[in-house]
């Protein structure tokens, strides 16, 4: 499982420039390094244990920088990769960007299960007491409950109608009933599908009480976790309920995209938006009132989803693998931070 960032500290003799010192210099400053590092303790106790003034001491810890006798080094777990982390953050402009090692072996299936295990740990780090978590459909997102061990109590509410109801006990309905379970917390989970055939069948469906209790909470969501579909069998579940017929129509819109229902071009921008009406799912300007949602995405053959899903701006942080993130550097990022949300309608 995933742990926080460690930063381990050595305080040691080394190199030549540190010969330039005397032995009681030498050992005087391994002594004050390892109290300020390893021990935590302020410059003030330090200096009154050696009998000696604070800005003496900053110089003394000052040195042992400079002259090798403290090295720092900062070790994550080694299957984050910290770097490539931090990079796709900035480049996206992202409150959270969490990179994972993709497989060892050449695998092109999408959301490796990892995925699930460190975003279940990025949960249990932004989800507070008396928040409300609402979780997606997808892959993703139930690999990420199946491994939730923390979370502080709070509601969870689902966000999307499953894929198949008949699936409903090892799917999304699972998935909230666990993450509430972990929480001691409410579940509010939607038994009904995503897709329904016609606009009147899902209107009618929305009044239902239970469904109209969830959706009651969706303006109330403080952190929500989603999944992410590229426009192809087997990637989008959206995609695989749909006819021929109207896959083609949306394929002729542009599309490369899908996220809880909605449809995205390459580009970022909605298109299709008529498929909504016939969704059970949470809408697109709630999901974007939302202060954090997180997306859980991996696998090469969804990093231009991905890519085209960020440019949305209605994803404030990302859990990938490494090879998706190496595409996702070379792309342009686009013009709306999710930090900066922008209107839901453009």
Excluded at 42 to 55: C, D, L, N
Excluded at 75 to 92: F, G, I, N, Q
Aim: include cysteine; charged fraction near 25%; charge should be negative.
């Amino acid at each position: 499982m995933y742990s926080s960032e460690e930063i381990a500290v050595t305080a040691r003799p080394a190199g030549r420039s540190a010969l330039r010192m005397g032995p009681a210099e030498l050992v005087q400053a391994a002594a004050m390094a390892r109290r300020f590092y390893l021990e935590g303790k302020s410059k003030i106790q330090i200096a009154e244990e050696f009998g000696v003034s604070r800005f003496k001491v900053a110089r003394v810890l000052e040195t042992a920088l400079e002259r090798d006798l403290v090295r720092i080094e900062i070790r994550v777990p080694a299957e984050l990769d910290a770097e490539r982390s931090d990079a796709l953050r900035a480049h996206y402009g992202l409150r959270h960007a969490v990179v994972v090692e993709s497989p060892a072996e050449a695998d092109e299936s999408p959301d490796p299960e990892n995925l699930g295990e460190v975003a279940a740990d990025l949960l249990g780090e932004l989800v507070n007491e008396g928040d409300v978590l609402g979780l997606a459909w997808g892959r993703s997102t139930i690999h990420m409950a199946a491994a939730l061990d923390r979370l502080p109590p709070c509601t969870v509410v689902q966000l999307t109608g499953v894929y198949d109801a008949g699936t409903a006990e090892r799917g999304s309905v699972e998935a909230v009933r666990r993450a509430a379970q972990v929480s001691g917390g409410e579940a509010h989970p939607i038994y009904a599908p995503m897709l329904l055939p016609d606009p009147a069948t899902a209107a009618a469906l929305r009044h239902q009480t239970g469904i109209a209790r969830a959706f009651d909470y969706f303006d109330k969501v403080t952190v929500a976790c989603v999944s992410i579909g590229s426009w192809e069998p087997g990637i989008s579940t959206v995609h695989d309920m749909l006819s021929d017929e109207e896959r083609a129509h949306y394929a002729s819109l542009g599309v490369a995209a899908e996220m809880s229902a909605h449809l995205f071009d390459t580009q970022g921008r909605r298109v299709g938006r008529d498929l909504g009406e016939r969704c059970i799912t949470v809408e697109a300007d709630r999901l974007r009132r939302i202060p954090e949602v997180v997306a859980i995405a991996g696998g090469q053959r969804k990093a231009e989803a991905i890519a085209a899903v960020l440019r949305s701006g209605l994803v404030t942080s990302l859990v990938t693998d490494t090879a998706v993130a190496d595409l996702l550097l070379t792309s342009e990022p686009g013009q709306r931070p999710a930090l900066e949300r922008a209107d839901p309608d453009d």
